[in-house]
């Protein structure tokens, strides 16, 4: 398998660099190829401006999405974009890594889903009719491949959890799972979230990597989120609203969108030791 993980954090010697470095021993080792983009490291770029489009003449107003579309088509994204749409057309598993901040990914990572998911590329793909809606939420570019998201939290698993304070983490990651990867999409595995992550000793730091291990050594069998394909008929098209009475009973919110019967992944992926960790940050 050819994997591309998308790396942000600042730190090489935080928690995330760690785990990044777990997750690379552990696919090579399977066999697997493995690419990193290290965000960071390479100075990514993250606001979308003029100087994504170099073709734009200078005295048209810029439409990112119009902009986007025509230099896609063109052939004309800089170089960075083109590198890492090569990349994600190379790999059949994608993993974004990331901590997460403000109950998102950081501002260089949603700036590289901005600049490389183009327009032509990610999303206005497909045919838009009253029989389909485009080739998205299950359909698209990269269909046929798998992704997933190691994210790590300061907040306890249960602040997390669905009587949480800060919401349920399959909430929270949905706009990412979904809005970001299913839409022109990849099968979406659940994610493995570190909670506590800043207050992990050694022991609790083993425990963390030894799950990590094993989540990389079932990639291509963990099945994923059951999301619902867009144009599999359990929407009105042209509308997009779910068909009343597929969901389970009392079912709301984001969980409309999953398949019935679909367990949530708030799954326990750290020991929440209350110790500080010597050498790591999150």
């Not at 990193?36 to 170099?54: I, T």
């Not at 501002?107 to 045919?127: N, S, T």
């Not at 706009?175 to 990849?186: C, K, Q, S, T």
Request: cysteine-free; hydrophobic content about 40%; proline content about 6%.
């Amino acid at each position: 398998m050819k994997v591309l993980i998308v790396f942000a954090h600042p730190e090489p010697r935080s928690l995330n660099g760690a785990l990044r470095d777990v997750a690379v021993e552990a696919l090579q080792a399977q066999g697997h190829d493995v690419r990193v983009s290290d965000l960071y490291a390479q100075s990514w770029k993250s606001d979308v401006d003029r100087a994504d489009f170099p073709s734009l003449p200078g005295d048209a107003r810029l439409a990112p999405a119009a902009a986007s579309k025509l230099a896609f088509e063109a052939g004309t994204l800089t170089a960075d974009v083109k590198s890492e749409i090569e990349k994600l057309l190379w790999a059949d598993m994608l993993i974004l890594q990331f901590p997460l901040w403000w109950f998102s990914m950081p501002a260089i990572l949603k700036g590289w889903v901005d600049r490389v998911f183009a327009y032509g590329f990610a999303y206005g793909v497909g045919e838009h009719s009253e029989k389909r809606w485009g080739d998205r939420y299950g359909e698209g570019t990269l269909a046929g491949k798998r992704a997933m998201l190691i994210v790590t939290a300061g907040g306890w698993q249960e602040h997390y959890s669905a009587r949480g304070i800060n919401g349920p983490i399959d909430d929270l990651l949905f706009p990412i799972n979904h809005g970001i990867l299913y839409y022109p999409g990849y099968d979406v595995l659940p994610p493995f979230v570190v909670y506590k992550s800043d207050k992990l000793d050694e022991a609790g730091f083993e425990a963390v990597a030894a799950r990590l291990r094993e989540r990389m050594s079932t990639l291509a069998t963990t099945p994923p989120i059951a999301y619902r394909r867009q144009n599999g008929g359990d929407y009105l098209i042209p509308d997009m609203q779910l068909r009343s009475g597929l969901e389970d009973p009392g079912v709301s919110g984001f969980a409309l969108h999953v398949g019935r019967s679909q367990t949530r992944h708030d799954e326990p992926d750290t020991l929440g030791s209350a110790t500080e960790a010597s050498a790591a940050v999150a």
